[in-house]
């Protein structure tokens, strides 16, 4: 007695893909794609994939993550016209509702804009404070 579970041919399984030239699931495609590793820039001018970041590199990048996510943001509600107009990241204007990161030296931008930043320089791109060093002076002086 055979096994009804396994096909000696390739007929049966051509039967689950296709019926009279159209396929019997239409819907049912899958692809399996890698998800694209993480570039990161350990140094100025150098980009590696996580993968091949040492583990000292791999440290250094975290506490700058680790920075990054006490720098305060929130949703601008406030009229900043009399402050700044625009994001010099992205060159895009503020507008209500925008998502926005403050550094310590008060300058303002997108999160979107400003968070890739911090992982490649830690200074403010206006004024070229350094970031990490405000920060760190400021949770020593509380």
């Given at each position: 007695m055979g096994n009804c579970l396994f096909s000696q041919g390739a007929d049966d399984v051509s039967l689950l893909n296709e019926s009279e030239g159209a396929p019997l699931f239409p819907l049912l495609s899958f692809?399996?794609?890698?998800?694209?590793?993480p570039v990161y820039h350990p140094r100025p001018g150098e980009s590696r994939l996580a993968s091949q970041l040492t583990e000292e590199e791999q440290i250094r990048i975290a506490q700058r993550i680790g920075l990054i996510q006490h720098l305060p943001k929130g949703i601008l509600t406030l009229d900043l016209t009399h402050l700044t107009r625009k994001c010099v990241i992205c060159?895009?204007?503020?507008?209500y509702g925008d998502p926005v990161r403050f550094l310590p030296c008060l300058h303002i931008y997108h999160v979107d804009c400003i968070d890739p930043w911090l992982m490649r320089s830690f200074t403010c791109p206006s004024c070229m404070?350094?970031?990490?060093?405000?920060?760190?002076?400021?949770?020593e002086a509380n």
């Open positions: 692809t399996f794609q890698e998800r694209p590793q060159m895009m204007d503020f507008e404070e350094p970031v990490d060093a405000a920060l760190l002076s400021t949770y």
